[in-house]
Nanobody, 115 residues
Framework: QVQLVESGGGLVQDGGSLRLSCAAS????????MGWYRQAPGKQRELVATITTDGSTNYADSVKGRFTISRVNAQNTMYLQMDSLKSEDTAVYYC?????????WGQGTQVTVSS
């Protein structure tokens, strides 16, 4: 079993920054992919960014150049540095872990960007 706990969400003004964290615990494979996803009201959940254990990253076009995903494998922790935030970034942000077996999701953290 794996537990994912997100933190760092909150209210920020347009153009501001936030840093999200996701701490994973439990039976974690040495090879995995962690990622951030978000879901705005009335919309489907969408990919924000992913990162592999060897550091390969992938970003949604909408966040390229503004968001940076990173991880510390020894601590099973992932981060999302969000800069130049826009109102359209407002959503619940979820952490996801993909490894052999089932996927795991965190409970989500709310990010609200006020214009």
């Amino acid at each position: 079993q794996v537990q994912l706990v997100e933190s760092g969400g909150g209210l920020v003004q347009d153009g501001g920054s936030l840093r999200l964290s996701c701490a994973a615990s439990g039976r974690i494979s040495s090879t995995n992919v962690m990622g951030w996803y978000r879901q705005a009201p009335g919309k489907q959940r969408e990919l924000v960014a992913t990162i592999t254990t060897d550091g390969s990253t992938n970003y949604a076009d909408s966040v390229k150049g503004r968001f940076t995903i990173s991880r510390v494998n020894a601590q099973n922790t992932m981060y999302l540095q969000m800069d130049s935030l826009k109102s359209e970034d407002t959503a619940v942000y979820y952490c996801r872990l993909q490894q052999p077996g089932p996927d795991y999701w965190g409970q989500g953290t709310q990010v609200t960007v006020s214009s």
